[in-house]
């Protein structure tokens, strides 16, 4: 598909779809850094209007995730602080809004896995080697869902497409 415009897909009003080009960068964080706030610097020092993230690998020593739990569950018991080494195994999410939308999955010593939303406190312990792709022809935003309650990923073709230098 060519940078002229976007397609978008006739789905049900509950579903909403955008055709795009893409565009990728590759970011290499070190010891110490925290992955989702230079991953929010990044997209915004860019001025990245769609990004996500294709990949993801590396390790880490601290994590603090927002596991699944059961409606009976408050908000603050689903929050996890892990202060322990992990590989990184994925992680999935939209870069979108202030805060983005992250899931990751994280493997320990044992080779027990966790997973969960991210809510910060992801410390690079070695490495984390990212690919964040950006489409092209669409941007990303974040709006109020009253159906779930949360600020939702809202998909609109771009006035003009962007110049690649």
Known sequence: MSHEGARTANLSRNQ?????????????????????????KFVKETNLKAPFIMTCVGSVSKATLRLAASVEASYS??????????????????????RGHLHISLGDKDGNVIGGHVMGDLIIYTTAEIVIGECSNVTYSREFDKETGYPELCIKPRDTPPVFN
């Not at 909403?16 to 929010?40: F, N, P, W």
């Not at 018991?77 to 939209?94: A, P, R, Y």
Request: proline fraction near 0%.
């Open 16 to 40: 909403q779809a955008q055709a795009s080009s893409l565009v990728c960068y590759t970011l290499r964080l070190k010891k110490g850094q925290e992955l989702k706030t230079s991953l929010m």
């Open 77 to 98: 018991e689903k929050i996890k602080t892990f202060d322990q080494f992990f590989e990184i195994l994925s992680l999935v999410g939209t870069l979108s809004g202030d």
